[in-house]
């Protein structure tokens, strides 16, 4: 049976809330609606901000103290006001929506402590939208011994699958951190690679006062330090096999030094490629072909750096394909929400470690 799904999602790199509307039975799309995106104001992102900093010390899941309980709220406001200018710019009800995937905005993740936190208010979201949400998609996967990341893989799957392409077929989703998912046939294995735009944003908003680097076209501009990049892909995460996962600030401890801002840019944009491109000796085969999608789709010099570092494959934005790249992860939590409705496995041993294929999600009704 069919549902019309909306997924939500927030995601490290703090810009906003997107929205996107899908209509799938949690195994197939049978089509993609309309998206939609809210932007968290300059008061917001420093608040959570705040939040990624105080987060670092809790010890239980459901602990708000401080700072924290304020960012839930604002949290969960954003993504109401998010969902009801959505209905509101395309003329629908609430009663046209089945089920809303509200993935909220993590502000840890240390799974080998098998705790995973993301904020937002799932029965809260739910009364104000008056549609029922599955929220904390990732709680499962992780008390079960599991990364509970990367949660997209059986997403691009679904996506792959209507390409009907000769595998393997590599997804990349740069967002604050940058995840795979290596699709040969039924074959299905996932895990971060490292860095995604989180230390780019941060690099760019310290010495530019500037959210992001546009197209790239900063980066493009400096010189890249290779033997900076040979050192740092030398900590020991790098050579585990997946699955693996990261937190945003895993590589926060990694200074440039002093260096000129286009330089440093340069030199971010290309680790996130190297740290990408080394997930090659760790899958089966050699990938043919590498999507990428994400906010780092956007970046052409983090395009180029990719295809630089991985031979012969091509590499190609999301976006080339007809694949709505800025809403793959919110389609994505809307296609969970089915499945989690339905019993259906999020997360599998070869794309977080679990030991069986979980299941997962909280359902809040209005």
């Known amino acids: 049976m069919m549902l019309t799904a909306l997924g939500l999602m927030s995601g490290t790199s703090l810009d906003g809330v997107d929205v996107a509307l899908i209509e799938t039975d949690g195994k197939q799309v049978k089509a993609f609606g309309p998206t939609g995106y809210r932007a968290y104001s300059p008061a917001e992102r420093n608040l959570l901000r705040q939040a990624l900093s105080e987060a670092v010390h809790l010890q239980q899941r459901d602990a708000r103290p401080g700072i924290l309980a304020d960012a839930e709220r604002a949290v969960t406001r954003a993504h109401a006001e998010a969902v009801t200018a959505f209905l509101a710019q395309n003329r629908m009800r609430p009663e046209d929506i089945d089920i809303v995937g ?125 033997a900076w990049i040979a050192r740092a892909l030398e900590l020991p995460f790098f ?30 944009t290309a680790f996130t490629a190297a740290a990408i491109a080394r997930v090659i000796p760790l899958v089966p085969r050699r990938p043919r072909s590498w999507i990428v999608c994400g906010g780092g789709a956007r970046n052409l010099t983090m395009l180029r750096m990719l295809r630089e570092r991985v031979g012969s494959a091509t590499v190609e934005a999301a976006e080339t394909l007809g694949w709505a790249s800025d809403a793959i992860e919110a389609q994505a939590f809307g296609f969970l929400a089915v499945r989690g409705l339905k019993g259906l496995p999020l997360s599998y041993p070869a794309t977080t470690g679990v030991p069986m294929p979980m299941t997962g999600g909280v359902m809040a009704r209005p």
Do not use: W
Request: charged letters at 20%; hydrophobic letters at 45%; one cysteine or more.
């Open 102 to 226: 509200f993935h909220g905005q993590t502000v840890l993740h240390r799974p080998e402590k098998r705790l995973t936190v993301q904020i937002g208010d799932g029965p809260a979201l739910a009364r104000a939208i008056h549609i029922p949400v599955m929220y904390d998609f990732r709680a499962a996967d992780v008390e079960a011994g599991g990364q509970g990341a990367p949660f997209v893989p059986v997403y691009h799957r679904a996506l792959v699958q209507s390409l009907q392409r000769e595998g393997p077929i590599v997804v990349v989703n740069i967002g604050g951190v940058s995840n795979v998912t290596y699709i040969d046939g039924e074959a299905l294995i996932a895990c971060d690679t490292g860095p995604g735009n989180a230390l780019l944003d941060d690099f760019m908003y310290r010495t530019m006062n500037q959210a992001f680097d546009a197209e790239g076209k900063f980066a493009a501009l400096g010189k890249v330090d290779e």
């Open 239 to 268: 050579a585990l096999p997946p699955p693996k996962s990261l937190d945003r600030n895993d590589f926060a401890a990694l200074k440039l030094g002093d260096v000129a801002p286009a330089d440093g840019a340069a030199t971010l």
